[in-house]
């Protein structure tokens, strides 16, 4: 017997004879029960070390204290002790903080990773929960214990992440959509297709004027802005368009892109476009670049927007970018890693699986990312 597990035995025979020698006045006998088990398990404090990336791209790791209400279930037949909902991946399960509740004041010990050693269980106590850990419950009377398997599951891969796969270089979306409207466009005289929602579509006619069709590319007149045309992006320009929750029968739309080569800030417009009854009709309205804006949209050569998971990202060779404010702010998506550090010349697309995709235009390297999600 070790000298962890003596102590234990110690600790319990000590409770008794203290209570033994109570006062003799007390006519109550005292029973000390032979029977417990654990009938609470959770955790108190678990620590979680986060990647983030700043506006510079530096990568940096931190390191959070949290509590998990996380519900445990407590097999008794089995004598099994686990969680149903895993953690996040980043928690570390090395240095947990745990709160033990037994039956009939049960003395708790817990069982050593590499050896039969036990130890008391102290609730202020870091504990190791890497790996499945024996936890034993003793009965007040010494008499009887009761072991039990207590594991912490957690995500194997961080969640909110995107896992990115090699793909054939033929498995790359066929976007039959944008095919056809750019035959579309080249038939009506227009210069170049822009992008399509759900009931408008856009061009740029001959004179770099923005133009729109609501009826299928049959007719195309100027649209709407609210600013002058000469801020409109000319070259390397992205569109996405996607529901707009506020209102159904909506689309919000987003156009970027530079003005001319050599700019470091991409231009960004948005639009709000109604297709239900009795709408009023919406413009483009231009997103002014402040100066007090850390987080504009980069100027780049292979500006791709795309609607991911109920999020815009605007994706080149060199980063990807996030906004949750329809084009305002633009901040690097620590967690939505590039599936290469020496691309050149992307594009990207979503599926209808909720995929997202990446090719090199030039070569054929094509990726497929999936997201997961807690």
């Known amino acids: ?41 959770s955790l108190t404090t678990v620590n979680r070390y986060i990647h983030t990336t700043s506006k510079s791209g530096t990568d940096s790791v931190y390191k959070k204290v949290t509590t998990y209400p996380v519900a445990f279930s407590i097999d008794q037949y089995d004598q099994k002790i686990f969680n149903t909902d895993s953690l996040l991946a980043d928690c570390d399960l090395k240095h947990v903080l745990v709160s033990i509740t037994t039956k009939n004041s049960g003395v708790v010990a817990i069982k050593d990773v590499n050896s039969d050693t036990l ?16 936890v034993r ?37 066929v976007d039959a959509e944008k095919e056809k ?37 049959a007719t195309w007149t100027p649209d709407s802005l609210d600013a002058s045309a000469s801020l409109l992006p000319k070259e390397n320009v992205a569109f996405v368009s996607f529901p707009f929750e506020a209102n159904e029968e909506t689309d919000y739309q987003i156009l970027a892109g530079v003005i001319e080569e050599g700019e470091v800030v991409s231009v960004v417009w948005r639009k709000v476009a109604e297709s239900a009854e009795d709408s009023q009709p919406g413009k483009w309205c231009f997103v002014p670049v402040e100066v007090f804006n850390r987080y504009s949209l980069p100027a780049t050569d292979d500006l791709s927007l795309v609607w991911f998971h109920h999020r815009v990202l605007a994706i080149c060779s060199s980063w990807i970018r996030v906004s949750n404010d329809g084009g305002i702010t633009w901040k690097n998506y620590g967690t939505l890693p590039l599936p290469a550090d020496d691309l050149i010349a992307v594009e990207a697309c979503t599926d209808d699986e909720g995929a997202l995709w990446l090719k090199e235009k030039n070569t054929d390297n094509v990726w497929r990312g999936i997201l997961v999600e807690e």
């Open 1 to 41: 017997m070790n000298k962890h597990f003596s102590a234990l035995l110690a600790l319990m025979m000590g409770a008794l004879m203290m209570t033994s020698c109570l006062s003799s006045n007390d006519s109550s006998d005292i029973i000390y029960n032979n029977d417990t088990a654990i009938t609470a398990f």
């Open 119 to 134: 130890r008391t269980y102290n609730s202020t106590d870091s504990l190791d929960f890497t790996q499945p850990r024996e």
């Open 181 to 217: 409207w750019e035959q579309i466009v080249a038939e009506a005289g227009l210069a170049h297709f822009i992008g399509a929602g759900t009931k408008e579509a856009y061009a740029y006619d001959m004179d770099g004027q923005l133009m729109v069709s609501k009826d299928e590319g």
């Open 137 to 173: 419950v003793y009965a007040q009377d010494g008499s009887t214990y009761r072991a039990y398997q207590v594991t912490i599951n957690k995500h194997q891969v961080a969640t909110d992440q995107i896992l990115w796969e090699k793909m054939p270089a033929d498995s790359y979306p």
